[in-house]
């Protein structure tokens, strides 16, 4: 028998009651040690011989605690199992099914009915984590994200206006272990130039400037055109590439770095030299920037000859434009 952490602390059962004193006593120890033991088994607070572990139902102490269940008033009906969203309307906590394609309706938590929740009744629902048998189907080990309507899938989604939400990990028939993350907020960008991209002066800084944006979630092109800003705190990658062309004879080099904010970030510079004259090269690399919300970064260069700019070139054929510079920003780490 499994040994209990938990006492009922009650004194040790009275020996020589009458029948009928003991009808009294006995009801009283049975509930209280059936309470104890339950409780025991909630909270985790039991021991098990070696024996009785080979025996044991493996999960049974994924048993969702009642103190990981809220009561819930349904804005839609809900069906056992449903991943919901919560929040606040006449002072009570409202649910509706989460859904990876509305960026507001990210997943809080399970319906546990298994009668489900009818529009406008309340009903129990596990919050972030703990076991339920309300998801079916799963695969064992399994990790499942946030789906549409209130379910789940094993394929990780992404794209624009994409909620990317790991909701937990499938235990087949034994149900499904919630273990809610934050949904993934990825901020992306792509943007390129395709203008001419001049050297005004030898030895002298410049930024590449940007004047498309191809794709942007919480990244933009700031003012003037050279700064890419973020919208909140993160490690981004910056991966550019730039179109540098020599349009005379002999031999010029260009420097490459980058700026936040302004100052230049250590041991970021490159070089790059072109020989000959009408010579195209595309030097390309990235950057892992850690980053504040709302900070800026530049691309910089610097040429020690006006003969070397960074050149777009028109569609032509088969082949699309070629831009002066591209650059894409990713957060996804």
């Known amino acids: 028998m499994p040994e209990f952490a938990i006492s009922t602390g009650l004194p040790a059962y009275p020996s020589g009651l009458t029948d009928k004193d003991a009808n009294l006593v006995v009801p009283l120890y049975k509930a209280l040690n059936t309470l104890t033991q339950q409780l025991g088994f909630l909270t985790g607070n039991v021991q098990y011989s070696s024996s009785e572990k080979t025996n044991l139902d493996q999960l049974t102490s994924l048993i969702s605690h009642r103190e990981q269940r809220i009561f819930v008033k349904a804005g839609e009906a809900l069906s056992y199992g449903n991943v919901i969203t919560l ?53 064992f080990a399994q990790g499942y994200y946030l789906s549409t309507a209130g379910q789940v899938q094993s394929a990780r989604p992404h794209g624009p206006g994409i909620l990317t939400q790991f909701i937990g990990y499938g235990l087949g028939s034994a149900g499904f272990y919630a273990a809610m993350e934050a949904p993934g907020d990825t901020s992306y960008g792509s943007f390129c130039d395709t203008t001419d991209q001049i050297a005004t002066a030898i030895n002298t800084p410049q930024a590449v400037t940007f004047n498309t944006t191809e794709i942007s979630r919480g990244v933009t092109v700031g003012s003037p055109t050279s700064r890419i800003v973020v919208s909140k705190q993160g490690v981004y990658n910056f991966q550019f590439s730039l179109q540098v062309d020599k349009t005379s004879g002999g031999k010029g080099s260009v420097y490459i770095w980058v700026r936040i ?25 990235n950057f892992l920037l850690p980053l504040n919300a709302n900070d800026y970064v530049e691309l910089m260069w610097q040429v020690d000859t006006t003969d070397l700019r960074l050149e777009a070139f028109a569609a032509a054929g088969n082949i699309p434009v070629i831009p002066s510079a591209i650059l894409t920003v990713t957060n996804n780490l």
Request: hydrophobic letters at 40%.
């Open 261 to 285: 904010n302004g100052n230049n970030v250590a041991r970021s510079a490159s070089i790059v030299t072109i020989k000959d004259n009408d010579s195209e090269t595309v030097p390309a690399w």
């Open 87 to 139: 929040s606040l309307s006449g002072g009570k906590i409202v649910a509706h099914k989460a859904d990876a394609t509305v960026l507001t309706k990210p997943g809080h938590a399970i319906v546990e009915e298994p009668a489900g929740i009818a529009l406008n009744d309340f009903g129990a629902a596990l919050l972030l984590t703990g076991r339920t048998l309300g998801i079916t189907g799963t695969t």
